[in-house]
């Protein structure tokens, strides 16, 4: 879809409230969060990249009206990247299709220095448009972090389909979301021991340990500042999952902090 001055569509944000998301035929997996309210994480973003052998579901953030951040072990590779904005089901019809615009990406870039094996600089930023997009209210940039923005032991939300093996018959229909608590080094040491504060990498759990199967490979860790509507964008689910999901222990991310002077290059 190009730049489409349908995308003011005024008028609709209560309708958006109201309807009923396409099975994905998920019956296997529960992704334990709760369903969100549409618009409610306006900056959550569908990627959806092709590889040789198939299609890989992933999240990411809109961080700009042209510009969306994901993890790069979702386009690496890849010979398309699709990205859809407000994207509360996972599936589009035709009760859901005309409050989500699809866009092919133009082009991405991988942080340099990725490493798929040890997921250090797991960071990537699609441009999915030469304009900005005029966007209706219920789609909205997500802020990125100052580079000493302090956040240990915060209350953060994490929000997903619950895409295991990035398959769409694993995930929730809805878009759902999770409270997860910022752990200190020392703490996510205990789970992955090479973490540490200057590899860009940092963990998050649930409270009491619970599974959080919401967050997929490249889902956004975002808070709040006091005071402030928009959610400043602090993390993006790159490794863990799978343990995180089935015995609560702790996920990693990638830090934005520490990426993002380079994030910003690709923004003026």
């Known amino acids: 879809m190009q730049i489409l001055d349908v995308l003011l569509i005024f008028g609709l944000v209560a309708s958006v409230a109201c309807y009923e998301c396409k099975s994905t035929?998920?019956?296997?997996?529960?992704?334990?969060?709760?369903?969100?309210?549409?618009?409610?994480?306006?900056?959550?973003?569908?990627?959806?990249?092709?590889?040789?052998e198939g299609k890989r579901y992933c999240s990411g953030a809109l961080v700009s009206r042209k510009h969306v951040v994901t993890v790069a072990q979702c386009v690496e590779g890849s010979s398309k990247v699709e990205v859809t904005l407000g994207a509360q089901c996972l599936l589009a019809d035709s009760s859901s299709n005309k409050?989500?615009?699809?866009?092919?990406?133009?082009?991405?870039?991988?942080?340099?220095g990725y490493n798929s094996d040890t997921f250090e600089n797991d960071v990537a930023i699609?441009?999915?448009?030469d304009e900005d997009v005029r966007l209706p209210p219920w789609i909205k940039p997500v802020a990125l972090p100052t580079a000493d923005e302090q956040y240990v032991h915060d209350e953060v939300y994490s929000s997903g389909y619950g895409l295991l093996n990035y398959q769409t018959t694993n995930a929730a229909d809805y878009l759902e979301f999770t409270t997860l608590r910022v752990l200190s080094y020392e703490q996510c040491q205990q789970e992955f021991e090479f973490v540490t504060p200057e590899t860009g990498r940092f963990c998050a759990q649930r409270d009491e340990e619970e599974p959080n199967c919401v967050s997929d490979v490249g889902s956004p860790l975002v808070f709040k500042r006091?005071?402030?509507k928009q959610y400043t964008l602090l993390g993006l689910t790159s490794f863990?999952?799978?343990?995180?999901?089935?015995?609560?222990?702790?996920?990693?991310l990638q830090e934005v902090r520490n990426h993002v002077e380079w994030l910003q290059s690709f923004l003026v």
């Open 226 to 228: 006091e005071g402030y």
């Open 240 to 252: 863990g999952q799978k343990f995180a999901c089935q015995f609560g222990n702790a996920g990693a």
């Open 25 to 52: 035929g998920n019956t296997n997996v529960t992704a334990n969060g709760e369903q969100t309210r549409n618009g409610q994480f306006p900056h959550h973003v569908l990627v959806v990249s092709t590889f040789s």
């Open 126 to 129: 699609i441009r999915f448009t």
């Open 99 to 112: 409050f989500r615009y699809t866009f092919t990406a133009l082009e991405h870039f991988v942080k340099e």
